[in-house]
């Protein structure tokens, strides 16, 4: 999903998001205070633990994104996960519906993005192995899009410390017909250190490079760096991140803030 | 000034590593046959897997000694069905815990 960037079906107008934006903010997490949910150290990266077998989780995440260059604009996206448990090392998630506000120079308004569903098989554990890894793979599809993603999720923890990298390797293809297409590979590395049981804190790093039409003739590489806090009480949590660009690319937002709510049943 | 940080995040991470956060349950066995207990070994093997498993979902690995052998069933309880543990597998994790602490 690139910021700014035109989309069909919307539903929502600029007007009545600039008249409750609070209360629009409000029902996006509503649906987050139903189901239990396992504490993210991260937002951008995944760790290798799955759910226990039976659990039905909630997160609910909101993304928000800011772009100046080469023109200004801002992008807040919402995803609404549902997590299940189906043994001790598979989860299946679903994405119900993925949507977004977004504001340019141009026009403004709520679009829906797409839906997607998730699956995460856990191979060896953090703890007690040299390295924990799990193995991703997410399918998602919308409006004229669809996206294939696949993930190596590593972590490491050393007693309160946590250290995490993903590997990921995403497929889009997109507009009529789906016949524009384009890859990007991206390495992500976490690490998070728990304070006290409910309070931890640390950065993230994002490297992507972007192949536009699988191709790597432009050579667009980004890098995102941003600290993050993570706090879980009784049966919730929410972390929050916030990444800066360290490169100069354009169509790239430069600051981007991404919070997920996760609650239990 | 960069060989002062990667100094520092060794120490942090040899600290960290140099403390077992979840011993083997070999070496809780051999405590307990030592201190004239029964053990159940399977019980033991299931609740380390459980308590690496399981607990690291919410929170990092606690190290066992910081509480006593009171504290722990009260913890363990207080959080078994956010862990949606069955009680087979919390008496498992807590039996694991407690001989696991018993060798410190």
Redesign the interface.
């Known amino acids: 999903m690139e910021p700014g960037e035109p989309r069909s079906g919307g539903f929502l107008t600029a007007g009545a998001i600039r008249r409750s934006p609070f209360l629009v903010l409000m029902l996006s997490i509503l649906p987050a205070l139903s189901s239990?949910a396992?504490?993210r150290h991260f937002t951008f990266l995944y760790e290798a633990?799955t759910?226990?077998?039976?659990?039905f989780e909630s997160e609910d995440w909101v993304t928000w994104q800011r772009t100046t260059d080469p023109a200004r604009s801002s992008e807040i996206a919402f995803r609404h996960e549902i997590e299940i448990?189906v043994t001790?090392k598979f989860q299946v998630s679903i994405y119900l519906a993925d949507w977004f506000y977004t504001s340019d120079q141009d026009h403004s308004g709520f679009k829906y993005s797409d839906s997607a569903l998730e699956f995460i098989y856990n191979l060896t554990?953090?703890?007690?192995d040299p390295i924990g890894l799990s193995i991703y793979q997410e399918y998602k599809g919308g409006d004229r899009v669809f996206e294939w993603e696949s993930k190596v999720i590593a972590q490491k923890?050393?007693?309160?410390?946590?250290l995490a990298y993903n590997a990921t390797l995403e497929a889009v293809w997109e507009g009529k017909n789906l016949g524009e297409r384009e890859g990007e590979f991206q390495q992500a590395i976490g690490v998070s250190y728990?304070i006290s049981?409910r309070f931890s804190v640390g950065a993230e790093l994002l490297h992507e490079f972007v192949l536009p039409k699988w191709s790597d003739e432009e050579e667009i590489r980004n890098l995102f760096i941003g600290p993050n806090v993570s706090y879980?009480r009784a049966?919730w949590?929410v972390t929050v991140t916030a990444l800066a660009q360290a490169t100069d690319s354009a169509d790239e937002p430069d600051l981007q803030v991404r919070t997920i709510f996760g609650i239990?049943l | 000034m960069k060989l002062s940080i990667f100094a520092a995040l060794a120490c942090?991470?040899v600290s960290?590593?140099s403390?077992n956060?979840?011993p083997a349950v070999e070496t809780s066995q051999r405590t307990g046959a030592q201190k004239g207990q029964h053990i159940d070994w399977a019980t033991l093997r299931e609740g380390?897997i459980l308590f690496?498993?399981?607990c690291?979902?919410?929170?990092?690995?606690?190290?066992v000694w910081h509480y006593t052998t009171d504290d722990w069933p009260k913890l363990v309880d207080s959080m078994s069905a956010?862990?949606?543990?069955k009680p087979t597998e919390r008496d498992a994790i807590l039996a694991y815990i407690i001989a696991a602490r018993a060798q410190m």
């Not at chain 2, 956010?82 to 543990?85: E, F, G, P």
């Open positions: 239990f396992g504490v633990p759910s226990a077998p039976g659990s448990g001790d554990n953090p703890v007690i923890n050393f007693g309160p410390l946590v728990e049981p879980r049966n949590f239990g | 942090i991470l960290c590593q403390i956060y979840a380390r690496v498993h399981r690291i979902e919410c929170h990092t690995l606690p190290v956010r862990a949606s543990l």
